[in-house]
């Protein structure tokens, strides 16, 4: 994913935020404390204009932690996202657009990173009685058959860590290569499950992991599997992600920490709710 897409892809990523008052970083220090966030309008499982997202419902709960109204500014995670978003003001106003931007790579370095609300991994995803069930591992999808492995393709976001992986093992000619980024506002990442993968246009897909497990559990017209990926020598799947705010911004930023701290158990379930693969923090993750 976009670690959005791919984090590479994934990775799907981008942030920044806060302006002026501790409290509500615009500012028009008058008005009501307001979590600005800026979200995809369609990049489920994270974010849409209708609220359904993780991305969404966290947000929602941080801003009620705070005792805070909230508002959106939406912008496709495209090139522009940052500087139509959170280094964009109002015409005819000092005040930003938004103030925080909800899913990020821990060590984004475009934005002051917060604590890592979650830490999770790329994963594979088939449709189930296509004669891969006996695949559970990386290590599994290598022991098939050669004439069958020979056969096989593989959906991958250019540019995420799944493409080092096939380099290392001589299984790049399998790959059926995806942009982590479209032009188009309309195609979201997902479609790589719920489309290509459901009808059969690929074998596998390869997909930063909350975007395999939501799709392949809300797939209409195909029983799918999201297996998560273990750790491979020299390739990097898993990744913490935060919340990013602007530099400078040390007061507003400590306060979306705080909240976040308040309210791990239920940021925790609702994630679980879309399917997130979760794994442990990492011990050297922290906020910047």
């Known amino acids: ?48 204009r209708d609220l359904q997202g993780f991305e969404n419902k966290i947000a929602a709960l941080l801003a009620a932690d705070l005792g805070w109204q909230i508002a959106y500014t939406w912008y496709p995670q495209r090139m522009g996202f940052i ?34 609300y979650y830490r999770s991994t790329y994963a594979m995803a088939y449709v189930k009685g296509k004669g891969l069930d006996s695949v559970k591992t990386l290590d599994d999808l290598l022991k098939l058959p050669p004439a069958q492995l020979a056969r096989l393709r593989l959906g991958v976001f250019a540019g995420s860590p799944v493409t080092d992986w096939l380099l290392a093992h001589d299984l790049i ?16 990442p997902g479609e790589m499950v719920e489309k290509d993968l459901a009808k059969g246009a ?15 559990s809300h797939a209409p017209t195909a029983a799918i599997v999201a297996l998560p990926l273990a750790p491979q020598p020299g390739v990097q799947f898993e990744f913490d992600i935060a919340m990013a705010t602007r530099f400078g ?40």
């Open 83 to 116: 500087r139509n978003t959170l280094r964009a003001k109002d015409p005819g106003s000092e005040q930003y657009k938004c103030d925080l931007v909800t899913g990020v790579a821990s060590g984004f370095d475009l934005g002051a990173t917060t604590q890592p």
């Open 249 to 288: 911004e040390a007061a507003y930023k400590q306060k979306i920490d705080d909240a976040i701290t308040r309210n791990r158990v239920q940021i925790n379930a609702i994630l679980a709710q879309y399917g997130v693969p979760l794994l442990n923090p990492s011990p050297r993750s922290a906020a910047r």
């Open 1 to 48: 994913m976009s670690t959005r897409t791919a984090l590479a892809a994934a990775c799907m990523f981008a942030a920044l935020a806060p302006g002026a008052s501790a409290q509500a970083p615009a500012t028009a220090a008058a008005a009501p404390p307001v979590l600005r966030v800026c979200q995809d309008p369609n990049n489920m499982p994270f974010s849409n």
């Open 173 to 188: 000619e399998r790959m059926v290569p995806y942009q982590p980024q479209s032009g188009d506002p309309a195609e979201y």
């Open 202 to 216: 690929i074998d596998i897909a390869f997909l930063w992991g909350p975007i395999a497990g939501y799709f392949a």
